[in-house]
Nanobody, 133 residues
């Protein structure tokens, strides 16, 4: 089972990007799929941003994502998107998607970076987002 993240790149402050996470498995097989990020030169664990339940469409956002990021799912293409608007320099990071068959991602986003994220079942390889003028 694989997740393939894409869509990262260089964008100016205030710009937008849409990240994609393509799953080799049916997205409906997971309880949730989410997005995380890890800033450069940090030893902190990955920060949870947002997650979505592909069956119900329910979403959950962490504080860093609220109001600027939008997560969505295309079940026909087994792909989850993260639309990021009003990007700031502090959004510069490697962005990862992760999937799990159990209801763990939302709580991991809520509590903040912690090493429990390593227990999530499937991770994508990461895509670099750089926000700079």
């Amino acid at each position: 089972v694989q997740l393939q993240a894409s869509g990262g790149g260089l964008v100016q402050p205030g710009g937008s990007l849409r990240l994609s996470c393509a799953s080799s498995r049916n997205t409906l097989d997971y309880y949730a799929i989410g997005w995380f990020r890890q800033a450069p030169e940090t030893e902190e664990e990955r920060e949870g941003l947002a997650c979505i339940n592909a069956v119900t469409g329910s979403t959950y956002y962490g504080d860093s994502a609220k109001g600027r990021f939008t997560i969505s799912v295309d079940n026909a293409k087994n792909t989850v998107h993260l639309r990021m608007d009003s990007l700031k320099s502090e959004d510069t990071a490697v962005y990862y998607c992760a999937a799990d068959r159990y209801p763990r991602i939302e709580s991991l986003i809520a509590v903040g970076p912690n090493d429990a994220v390593r227990d999530l079942e499937v991770w994508g390889q990461g895509t670099q987002v750089t926000v700079s003028s």
